[in-house]
């Protein structure tokens, strides 16, 4: 059974930082995408950021610049360096496995990110 835990979310002002991880536990392939996704208050679930077990990565727009997703692929954990934090990303992030052979997706339970103006 595949596991994701999260941590590293909290309370910070805008143009603070700060850095989410996510272990996932469990036996699966190793070709996978990690990555993270966040839902706002009264909106849908979007993509943040993705990084493929080769080191592809892909940004939201809205977060180019200014985050950076990385993996340690042997310790099956995905980090995001959030900088220059703005009102806007408060959110719940979601950690994300897709792995790609059984197309299966594994969510974590979410992590709650606060930026106060």
């Known amino acids: 059974q595949v596991q994701l835990v999260e941590s590293g979310g909290g309370l910070v002002q805008a143009g603070g930082s700060l850095r989410l991880s996510c272990a996932a536990s469990g036996s699966f392939f190793s070709g996978n995408r990690m990555g993270w996704y966040r839902q706002a208050p009264g909106k849908q679930r979007e993509l943040a950021a993705t990084i493929t077990s080769g080191g592809s990565t892909n940004y939201a727009d809205s977060v180019k610049g200014r985050f950076t997703i990385s993996r340690d692929n042997a310790k099956n954990t995905v980090y995001l360096q959030m900088n220059s934090l703005k009102p806007e990303d408060t959110a719940v992030y979601y950690c994300?496995?897709?792995?790609?052979?059984?197309?299966?997706?594994?969510w974590g339970e979410g992590t709650q990110v606060t930026v106060s103006s």
């Open positions: 994300n496995l897709l792995v790609f052979f059984a197309m299966k997706n594994y």
